[in-house]
């Protein structure tokens, strides 16, 4: 059973920092696509960074420069560093994983999701 777990979220300052962490089980992660997405309120879901089985990362234009996608495999885990935060970038946060890997590209529609993991950005 896919299963992923987020963590890692919280209040920070703009200009400040947080590493989110997604721990994986029931599969192995280096055999999916990974990716990091986030829903604020009144907006759509939008990916933020996805990571392909090789390794390939895409980034919405939003997080370039300022977000690093990796993913630790050893450990089952994915790891989404945010940094200069904004407060645009309040919201609930989710890890996805699918088994298709040309997800990864897209960086949409994967099939399964963690619960998320709220990151709140204000002074």
């Known amino acids: 059973q896919v299963q992923l777990v987020e963590s890692g979220g919280g209040l920070v300052q703009p200009g400040g920092s947080l590493r989110l962490s997604c721990a994986a089980s029931?599969?192995?992660?280096?055999?999916?696509?990974v990716g990091w997405f986030r829903k604020a309120p009144g907006k759509e879901r939008e990916g933020v960074a996805c990571?392909?089985?090789?390794?390939?990362?895409y980034f919405t234009n939003s997080a370039k420069g300022r977000f690093t996608i990796s993913r630790d495999n050893a450990k089952n885990t994915v790891y989404l560093q945010m940094n200069s935060l904004k407060p645009e970038d309040s919201a609930v946060y989710y890890c996805?994983?699918?088994?298709?890997?040309?997800?990864?590209?897209?960086?949409?529609?994967?099939?399964?999701w963690g619960q998320g993991t709220q990151v709140t950005v204000s002074s």
């Open positions: 996805a994983t699918d088994p298709r890997d040309s997800r990864a590209a897209a960086c949409a529609d994967f099939a399964y």
């Open positions: 029931g599969f192995t992660l280096d055999a999916y696509a």
């Open positions: 990571i392909s089985r090789a390794g390939s990362i």
